[in-house]
């Protein structure tokens, strides 16, 4: 193997070590957490070692560095999931690859994401990505609508072609109440989680939890978490 393949490997034992214990604390079964590796800033060859070593859930959080990787890695059995802030014009470039937005959080991107699907011919799984620290009716400063917008953006996701409404996203908040606190932000995105699928029961994904605070994530019942630097290393430029 190259020495970043082993790299690799060595960080992902780490990463599965981690998400397994958390399983097994919580009496969950490890096949009800999915890892996505985050990939954003790092290559195509990267994406390419992931995949050789098992790696079948992906994401990215720009369109501009997405398209073309996606593009060098479309003969790999891959999932291309998108956790960015999406502006409604890299939104027919994103239908193209991802198969999962995240970062679903106002109707203007929903209407978006539905015609550029339809375009492409595919069908894609749209995440309500939820701020827990923004107030009623606003959106937060790294993306997502407050709680109080879910049930609105899950709605017209349902009612829209070429989109469904598959579940919630969250970013631990590092401001308001939930500062400091994932497990506690995470229960709470759980609460709305069971609330959403009350309507949309087949919206049961829960995506949450990075590489500081995966275990918080797996303990309150994310079925997805999003790990960048646990498995890539430290980025050398933010993203
Ligand atoms: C970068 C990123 C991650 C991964 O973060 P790490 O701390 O590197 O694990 C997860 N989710 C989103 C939305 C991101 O932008």
Known sequence: ????????????????ERIFSACAAAGRE??????????????ASDVRLLAELGVRHVAENRDQDAAPKAAECSDLPLTWHFVGQLQTNKVRSVASYADVVHSVDRVRLVTALSAA??????QLDCLVQVALDAESGNRGERGGVSPDGVAELAAALDAAEGVRAAGVMTVAPL????????RAAFDRLKEISTGLRAAHPAANMVSAGMSADLDDAVAAGATHVRVGSAVLGVRPRLG
């Open 117 to 122: 699907a339809v375009r492409a011919g595919r």
């Open 175 to 182: 401001a308001g109440p939930f500062a400091g606190r994932p």
């Open 30 to 43: 490890r096949e009800e957490v999915t890892l996505i590796v985050v990939t954003k800033t790092y290559p």
């Open 1 to 16: 193997m190259t020495d970043r393949k082993t790299e690799l490997a060595r960080n992902l034992a780490r990463v599965e």
